[in-house]
């Protein structure tokens, strides 16, 4: 069984301040997005569970969860690397108890965007993760960076992506780039074919500040609204080279790109888990 990617909707709470950064980050200098076409939902993916839980209308994508059943979705090839993204909108208020955590036991990796819903008082956190070789087999090592966003992301939707590159993996909000995962090594880093999913179902055990708070299904349905699809990839079956994350001339990252990855970091970055003392920092070799 193909190892998946996760990118999409994971919704649980986190008690930690929002920013008292203003505004929003400087001009990254550079828009990836601009270079890939969206595609319509069914070009790219197909349900995978919960079918009456997913409306698709002129584009746009709902799904829900509700006391009844939760919603998936796959897309429709696996990827060797690429650009993954979409527009999302998240519901507002209570949206505790509520995961993505696709359900797949096996040696295999994962690379995620999942949105942390969150209790009336606190806003959403964004966590962006890397497991290599041992999600959900009880080898779980978890590499976490969270972030508060400089906009309510339920307001309007905005565009979320992961660029997976041979040498680098890139996690972008509308076109900013948040946060950069170098290959450092072969143990270090995902290689295999991976699917895209996306996902909401009750994960009340463990999800929000690790239990404490669990879906209130007074608040239901939950829902998680997204469009403007983008696939670009490298496929188990065609060589090619995926896009680029920044200007022509730079391997990685433009300097202007890393000042404006680093202001976000300075700003909104709410948790790292290479500076997390209670981890275990033999497992996480990288930092």
Not at 243 to 265: E, I, N
């Amino acid at each position: 069984m193909s190892p998946l990617m996760i990118f999409y909707l994971l919704l649980f709470s986190l008690m930690l301040s929002p920013s008292n950064a203003q505004g929003g980050p400087p001009s990254p200098g550079y828009y990836p997005s601009s270079n890939i076409s969206p595609l319509s939902f069914d070009q790219g993916f197909r349900n995978l569970w919960g079918p009456h839980h997913q409306r698709l209308d002129q584009g746009s994508l709902t799904i829900w969860l509700d006391s009844n059943s939760g919603s998936g979705f796959k897309s429709l090839q696996s990827y060797q690397s690429g650009y993954f993204g979409a527009a999302i909108k998240l519901q507002p208020g209570y949206t505790a108890g509520l995961s993505n955590n696709q359900d797949h036991p096996g040696n295999h990796d994962e690379i995620d965007i999942e949105f942390l819903g969150t209790t009336l008082d606190k806003p959403y956190v964004l966590q962006t993760n890397v497991y290599i070789r041992g999600s959900g087999d009880g080898n779980i090592i978890g590499r976490e960076m969270r972030f508060h966003l400089w906009f309510d992301p339920t307001q309007d939707f905005h565009n979320y992506a992961i660029l997976w590159k041979p040498n680098e993996i890139i996690f972008l909000v509308d076109d900013v780039p948040i946060r950069r995962y170098p290959r450092k090594s072969d143990a270090t880093y995902p290689t295999r074919p991976m699917y895209v999913y996306g996902s909401i179902w009750d994960a009340s055990d463990w999800a929000t500040e690790e239990g404490k708070y669990k879906a209130d299904y007074k608040y239901q349905p939950f829902i998680g609204r997204y469009k403007n699809f983008k696939l670009k990839g490298c496929t188990t079956s065609v060589a090619c080279q995926p896009p680029s994350a920044s200007p022509s001339g730079f391997d990685s990252l433009s300097p202007q790109q890393y000042g404006t990855m680093q202001w976000v970091q300075n700003n909104y970055l709410v948790y790292n888990y290479c500076h997390d003392p209670r981890r275990d920092h033999t497992l996480t070799p990288e930092c």
